[in-house]
């Protein structure tokens, strides 16, 4: 354990009491219009599904934390006191550090590697659309699809995730994993198989993309960013004096439309559908398409920095199977088991992984 501050890169999670007593937060899901009373938005406010990964108090200063490019990044580390380090808050052990000892835990089983992208394979920069990942890392990514499975699961949509990455040799999974494509070569029936369980949601997510275009257009810096199952709203670029005036042209476009929820990522808000449906599922889905929905006969190692990574982190560790690698430079509360301190990190944990399987490869009895 370190004495290093904790710095959310998401939302704090707090109690539904904190929230209740709170009346200068602005409630989430915010009130419906028709006037759902104060007890029925609590009472809604309950839901596991919108706490795990909604948006809560403290959302103003979790965003504010969760940009390493953000100049108030420093303010943030300063403000020590603000996150107190605690006992169950502690940085995970280095999985470059302790390579030998996944490895040895594999035992001889498949490894399967699941990616994300942003703040994993591409550093966090300013411009979503110029998020592109070095050579150097698509040649390592390369590398290690070429010795194990590997599949990339990302909030964007597929196709802007295949558009940075370009290796033909990968899974992807977009939208949060809500639009997985694998490709026929690696199915057990030899069929493409596209997996779309929100597909039903398509002309509201287009409706609120649109809506969301207008309603921030006066913003300065505001970006709206259509993912196909999901939108994103970034506050990156926006001035901090105006993030209260653009959640809030959120809100007022989210009020009509209940059957989609709202959660917080780095320096952005993701709207998605109510469904029940994550990353976490998503590695599960491809776990068991890839013919390994048996526990015992593969290990997935899944590597992630944001908050929606730890639905898959959670399953591994649900499961007692594989482990979750978070994508941090700071402590932070998570269910994964190692950390990498950022991308390029995690390129040299790849690189790791291509050498040690053409050592056992070489090792192998003739
Ligand atoms: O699941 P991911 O692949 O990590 O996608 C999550 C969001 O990533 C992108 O936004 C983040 O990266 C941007 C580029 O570095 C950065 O500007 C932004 O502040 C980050 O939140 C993507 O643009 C979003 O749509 C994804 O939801």
Known sequence: MTNNVMVPEAMPSITVAAVANSPSLLP?????????????????????????GGLTKGWLDSMKASSPTHAKATAALAAAPAYEHSASIMRHPSA????????????????????DYDGTLSPIVDDPDSA????????????????????????????????????TELYYAGSHGMDIKVPKRYTKKKRAVLFQPASEFLPM????????????????????????????????????????????????VLNEYP?????????????????KWDKGKALEFLLESLGFADCKSAVPLYIGDDRTDEDAFKVLRDRGQGFGILVSKYPK?????????????????????????????????K
């Open 28 to 52: 989430y899901p915010p009130p419906r219009s028709g006037g759902a009373s104060a007890a029925a938005i609590r009472k809604k406010s309950l839901s596991p599904v919108e706490l795990n």
């Open 96 to 115: 470059l550090i302790e390579f030998e000892q996944i490895m040895s835990a594999t035992d001889g089983k498949q490894i399967v590697i699941f990616l």
């Open 132 to 167: 592109f990942m070095s050579d150097a890392m698509r040649a390592a990514v390369k590398e290690v699809a070429r010795c194990f499975p590997t599949a990339i699961v990302s909030g964007r949509c597929r196709s802007k995730v295949y558009d940075f990455v370009r290796l």
């Open 205 to 252: 997510i287009n409706e609120v993309h649109r809506a969301l275009l207008e309603k921030t257009k006066s913003i300065p810096g505001a970006k709206v960013e259509n993912n196909k199952f999901c939108v994103s709203v970034h506050f990156r670029c926006v001035d901090e004096k105006r993030w209260n005036g653009l959640l809030e042209q959120v809100w007022s």
């Open 259 to 275: 059957k989609l929820r709202i959660t917080q990522g780095r320096m952005v808000l993701e709207i998605r559908p109510t469904i």
């Open 333 to 365: 509360e998570t269910n994964a088991s190692y950390s990498l301190g950022e991308p390029s990190e995690v390129m040299e944990f790849l690189l790791r992984l291509v050498e040690w399987k053409h050592l056992s490869l070489k090792a192998r009895p």
